[in-house]
Each structure stands twice: as structure tokens, then as C-alpha cells.
């Protein structure tokens, strides 16, 4: 018989159904069984993956792409990583436009990825015409055969979810998940996975994930923007400082906002405890289930999944490193040394 050669076919191919991990010592004095949807295993490491690729191949169904036209998007965090691998093995050009705020290792990452970067000015207002904004949109609008993924305001990165996180939990749970934590940041990934299982059986609670000097939790809960909630925070993907239409809030039961700080430790808590190196945002993600728990959220019975969005090879220079950990006071001895010898 001929062996068969087992490949895939491209890195494409790996994107989503992601693994469902117990979590066992992080856990030990909650009531509840919980499990970490784990999207750093996406190739892109991160959820941002899949909406990437659904957004593209749905423009493409469309008719509104062909290869050798142009994906353009502002942001230098994950999506922009995903969006230049899937440009990458589908012959796209991927331009995107970036805050001067961004680092020049993530900056260096996205052309590494062969995406055309434009470095626009972190301090002007989101309508000026240097913003990276309007940048992209003028880019889009002088672009011949571009798509302009605008994650925000755009419905298919719900639809993303909706499609793949969701039935790959509902599955993975046997139906037998009670509560879904998420970060909401673009709100894609809560919308789309709430919105599936609450089809699937309406009583499960769906818990959000805010940042303390974001909008999203009060405009959940009021329906008001209120412009005093904004102020600056360090977690980024969380949280936002306008309402995203990407954010399904009828879908949502209930929002909690973590602190920089807690979300920090707590990251850093699931690395050494679960050895599950993930990002900033696993670990305000795992801090709100600590807070709902607090709050009387869960019982013996209940199986809890909270996403976790991205992996923690992003942060070295951030949540990892105790010297930028000392320097946000997040710790309360000036002595590093001792901290190293911390065991949890
Ligand atoms: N975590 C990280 C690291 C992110 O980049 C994002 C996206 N902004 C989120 C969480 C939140 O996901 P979503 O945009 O789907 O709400």
C-alpha cells in the first residue's frame, strides 16, 4: 500500500478548533468546573485568526476580492498579524495602519509578515486627517480592488464566531456549558459565541469582561455613553473608548471590570500554575471568573469555559517582565530578587 504523506495543506488550515483545557490549580478554591478555551493554538496565535480568514473568504464569495488586491485595517495588535498570514497565502497585499503608540516590536512582527506598515500619529483626534483612521480609510477609498476589514463595525466578525468558537464550544461541552466568560473588546468573539449557545439553550449566562477606563460595562448597563468612564489603561484588546456595532449587548447578561494590576498577576498566576503561557487578556479574562465567583456567579454544578484570547510570547517585554512589572508598581516589594523566588 502507498504511504500516504500526512501534511496540510497550508498554515491556513489550522485555524480554529482550538482546544477546550481543564483548569485545575488556578481553580482550587472556586465552586465549579472550568475550562479555558484556548485560542494561542490558532497558527496566528490568537482568535483574531479566525476572523481573518472568515472576513476574507466571505468578500471573497462575494466577488469583492481577487488575488493580487489589497486588505487593509488599522491596528498593529493581532488582527493585523492574522490579516498579513491569511494575505500571505492568498496572493493579498495587506496594508495597515498603525498608531505611533505601537511598538517597534510589533511593528518589525507585521512586516515581517510582508504587510506595508504606516506609522500615523498617536495623538490626534480619530477624525483629524493624520489619524490612522482616516489613514485607512483613505487608503481603502484610493485603493483600487481593496477591502477594508474595520473589525469594529463590521457584523462578519460576529458571524465569525458565531460559526466556529461557538459550535466548536457547544460541542466540546457536550451542551453542558452553564457560563461563558469573555473579554469583549471589538465584542466579536462574546457576541458571536453568545449568540450561538443562547440559540442553543437560552439559560446559559454569558458573562463579559470590561477594562476599568472603558465604556462598555456602563453602556450595558444604561444604555448611556458616558465619556466619564474613559480614562487610560495599560490591557490592550480590552475594553474600548467608543461603542463598537461589532458588540451584540442583548446577548450579554452581565459585565465586571478587572484592574491592570490584578489582570496582570493573574496572568502570570495561569503561566506558572496551569503552564499555559497566555496573554495579558487570559489573564483578565481568568480575573473576572475569580470576581463572579466572588459574587456568588457559580455553583458545584456548574461548567464555566472562559476564552482565552492569544498567547503570552506577545508580552515578555509587558506582563513577563518584572522589571516592567515593578516599574507599574505592581509590586508591592522593590526587591525583584525576592519575587523571583515566589512560588505559587
Ligand atoms: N484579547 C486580545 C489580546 C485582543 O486583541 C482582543 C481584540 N481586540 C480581545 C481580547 C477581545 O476580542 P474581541 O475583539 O473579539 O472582543
Redesign the pocket.
Known sequence: MKEEIKAYGTVLELIGNTPLIKLNNITEHLKGNFFAKVEAFNPGH???DR?ALYIIEQAERKGLLSPGDTIIETTS???GFSLAMVSIIKGYHCILAVSSKSSKDKIDMLRSMGAKVYVCPAHVAADDDRSYYSVAKRLHEETKGSVYIN?YFNEL?VDA?YHTTGPEIWEQTGGKITHLV?????????SGIAKFLKEKNPAIRVLGVDAFGSVLKKYHETKEFDTNEIYPYRI???GKNLIPT??DFDVIDKFIKVTDEDSAHTAREIAKREGLFV???SGAAFQAVKQFAEEGEFTESSNIVVVF??HGSRYMSKVFSDDWMNEQGFFDSENIEEIQKIEF
Open positions: 490568537s482568535s483574531k476572523i495588535g493581532n488582527t473589525q466578525n464566531h469573555a473579554c469583549s473588546g471589538t465584542g466579536g468573539t462574546i490592550e484588546g480590552l461589532a458588540t496573554g495579558y487578556t484570547p492569544d
